[in-house]
């Protein structure tokens, strides 16, 4: 039987300015491959985690620029620990700096639960328009945040209190690949191009206020530059922090957080088991001024097993996708034997991390049209020799299998392999979804999916996305048992996006010069659902079989001569009992 040890942490606890980094990182280093159940419990209060205190250590975290900035500043660092629950028992954590609020790496039966994190300081530039002429505007920045004009742009950061040191620092647009506005007035947001950010064609910027500034222009401002629109843009080129990192873990269970901001990325789970999200919101700080959630994702799934199960969370003003769940195709470079290959990660953004483990089950896919090899048999995995290790660089591994493997694998870069052991179940249930310029839920698994009773709004582009592809972001796999439920949708009008934007788009990236029937998803069900819209269509499939769609109601308030349900290359599809008005 497990001894139950508490640790109590106070606000008396505190060092200078308000810092618990130190004092609370000793705590979980006693905590280390513990036997018995731990607790720690916090005094109500307001917490501070700077980062020259954080822990700095290498991590390469999927979806992100970690080839390039490895090194992560760890606030929370919770490694090689079982049987924790870590009750914050509704305190505000306060990060300072570029750092991972949350690091769970190797431990088991981890709860967290009751309390809020953000950043006074975020990596995202908000500019809201005061007030408007032809050739100028001034805007409102948030209050608390670091910036001054330098060398005529305006310079904004995060410095260190102890030593004035900069943290972080970017000009201008920073390192934007966009530039995404929030319009107050609709409640619409949306990306755009950077020739129209605030810094496009300016010539003068002046500092009128703490927080506010004014530009002056070449050309007069187009009507995007309305009174009380956001412009928001973050050094998106470089993901290189992690909102928080859960990796090589089991039976997590979040519950009552709410995440005011994550820099870098968002919330990645990677390679675990069993991780549970209950009653979380991703959403602004009410008493902010600010309203971006989050550099890119929310929740990120890249690699998971057991069951992902999330409910009764909140999601709003991330700006990239409020969830994805995927797994990874690793690329097959070479046959080095008939038991053995040596595979590799393809997108610059996927690294470095574990892919495989021994007795792992793999399956065996052509990169030309998605068909399985010997007809999805399944090969065990023996032994790996993983990325970074007995001379294997950050993109590759080496991988022994129990059996022989087909002769056709050795048509080296035309096939690749999935770790279906890594594949989840998944459970989405009562979320909202919120004024997003990207997706509500993108997800591709081959176990049971289901996702019900949710209320997507004011998303900018197709609200449940499902791909699968091994010619880009290499995000597998295919879905063979998903049912959506009892959601709502409201697609709203959006005249910037111009790709496909409906309610639900199934979208398998099948290369092109394919012309034969390839069905890479199948076992679809849509039902009872009620789809408000504006425009697009409700449903866009291909290369999909087994689709159902019945009792669902579709109320069309655009164009009535667009289509509601559009299948290309399909088979086996049954619609039904769905009401039209």
Request: charge should be negative; charged fraction near 25%; include cysteine.
């Amino acid at each position: 039987m497990m001894n139950l040890i508490t640790y109590g942490i106070k606000l008396s606890d505190k060092g200078q300015y308000g810092d618990i980094t130190q004092h609370l990182n000793k705590i979980l280093e006693k905590c280390c491959d513990n036997t018995d159940e731990i607790r720690i419990e916090f005094e109500k209060g307001e917490y501070h985690f700077y980062e020259e205190y954080c822990k700095k250590e290498t991590i390469y975290a999927s979806n992100t620029d970690s080839h390039k900035f490895p090194e992560k500043n760890i606030a929370i660092n919770i490694h090689r620990i079982k049987n924790l629950t870590f009750d914050g028992c509704g305190s505000e954590f306060i990060m300072h700096g570029k750092v991972v609020p949350f690091k769970v790496t190797e431990s088991e039966n981890i709860v967290i639960k009751n309390l809020s994190w953000d950043f006074p300081s975020p990596t995202v530039l908000e500019m809201t328009v005061k007030s408007k002429s032809k050739f100028s505007a001034e805007y409102t920045l948030p209050k608390n945040m670091m910036w001054d004009i330098k060398n005529s742009k305006l310079h904004w950061y995060d410095k260190s209190p102890f030593t004035n040191k900069i943290y972080w620092e970017e000009y201008n647009n920073g390192e934007s690949y966009c530039n995404v506005i929030y319009d107050e007035q609709n409640n619409s947001i949306c990306r755009h191009n950077l020739n129209v950010s605030p810094f496009n064609m300016a010539v003068k910027l002046k500092r009128t206020s703490q927080n506010t500034v004014k530009i002056n222009y070449i050309k007069p401002l187009s009507d995007l530059y309305k009174l009380t629109n956001s412009f928001q843009m973050c050094p998106s080129k470089k993901r290189d922090c992690v909102g928080s990192f859960f990796c090589d873990s089991k039976n997590i269970l979040v519950e009552n957080v709410q995440v005011h901001y994550m820099p870098g990325f968002g919330w990645l789970v990677q390679m675990c088991e069993n991780v549970s999200f209950i009653s979380c919101d991703f959403m602004p700080d009410k008493n902010s001024d600010r309203m971006c959630t989050s550099f890119a994702d929310l929740i990120h799934v890249s690699g998971a097993k057991g069951k992902i199960h999330i409910e009764k969370c909140n999601f709003s003003h991330a700006h990239d996708d409020a969830i994805n769940i995927h797994g990874t195709y690793t690329r097959i470079k070479k046959m080095l034997n008939n038991k053995t290959l040596l595979l590799e990660y393809v997108h610059h953004q996927q690294n470095g991390f574990v892919q495989y483990h021994p007795d792992d089950k793999v399956v065996f896919y052509c990169r030309k049209n998605f068909s399985v090899v010997d007809d999805e048999k399944e090969f065990t995995v023996k032994s790996v020799t993983n990325p970074l290790c007995c001379g294997n660089n950050v993109k590759e591994m080496v991988v022994e299998f129990y059996e022989d493997l087909p002769t056709v694998l050795s048509d080296s870069l035309q096939y690749v392999c999935e770790n279906i052991t890594y594949t989840p179940e998944v459970y989405i249930g009562s979320c909202s979804f919120d004024t997003i310029p990207t997706r509500g839920i993108l997800c591709t698994t081959r176990k049971e999916v289901i996702i019900e009773n949710n209320t997507f709004d004011r998303l900018t582009m197709a609200i449940i996305y499902l791909s699968n592809d091994c010619n880009d972001w290499y995000e597998s796999g295919p879905i063979h048992n998903m049912t959506i439920r009892g959601n709502k949708f409201y697609v709203r009008k959006s005249s910037v996006f111009k790709g496909k934007k409906g309610a639900i788009l199934i979208e398998p990236i099948v290369a092109q010069s394919v012309s034969e029937e390839v069905f890479v998803h199948s076992n679809i069900t849509i039902e009872n659902n009620v789809f408000y819209m504006e425009h697009d269509n409700v449903i866009n499939a291909e290369n999909t079989k087994n689709i159902a769609i019945k009792n669902n109601e579709i109320y069309t308030l655009g164009d009535e001569n667009t289509e509601a349900f559009v299948f290309e290359k399909c088979k086996n599809i049954t619609t039904e009992n769905n009401l039209f008005k």
